[in-house]
C-alpha cells in the first residue's frame, strides 16, 4: 500500500520538490543517491539518501500551523530514532535560496557518509 502511494506522489510532486528533485540527481555524481517519495518507518518521505541516511522534507505554509507541526515534530524523532537526519526546508527557501539549500543537504551527506559505519 506504502509504495503504490509513494508511487501517486512522483506523479504530482510539488514545483519546489521538483525543482530540487533535479539538484539531488545531480549529486549522484558525487556518490548520493536520493531518492523520492520513499516509505520510510511508516511514513513517505519527500527524499531520502539511503547510505547517508538522510531524510529531506520541503514544507509548504500549512506545516507552520499547531496541528501539522506537531505531527512533523512526531514524525521526524521516529526518523532520528531510526537513524536518520531529517532536514526540512521550506517552499520559500527552495525558490529563494535553491543553491543554498542544495550546499547544505551536500555538505550533511558528506559527513553523514562519513561519520557512518
Not at 525558490?95 to 543537504?105: H, K, Y
Request: glycine share 6%; proline share 3%.
Amino acid at each position: 500500500m506504502a509504495n503504490e502511494i509513494a508511487r501517486r506522489l512522483r506523479k504530482v510532486m510539488t514545483p519546489q520538490e521538483v525543482k530540487l528533485w533535479v539538484h539531488l540527481r545531480a549529486l549522484k555524481k558525487q556518490g548520493f543517491h536520493f531518492r523520492r517519495q520513499v516509505p520510510r518507518e511508516g511514513y513517505i518521505v519527500d527524499f531520502a539518501c539511503l547510505k547517508s541516511k538522510i531524510i529531506i522534507e520541503i514544507d509548504g505554509a500549512h506545516h507552520g500551523e499547531p496541528a501539522n507541526s506537531q505531527r512533523d515534530a512526531e514524525r521526524d524523532a521516529k526518523l532520528v530514532a531510526a537513524g536518520f537526519k531529517v532536514l526540512r526546508f521550506w517552499n520559500n527557501e527552495v525558490n529563494g535560496n535553491l543553491d543554498g539549500v542544495v550546499e547544505t543537504i551536500y555538505r550533511e551527506a558528506k559527513v553523514r557518509r562519513q561519520s557512518l559505519p
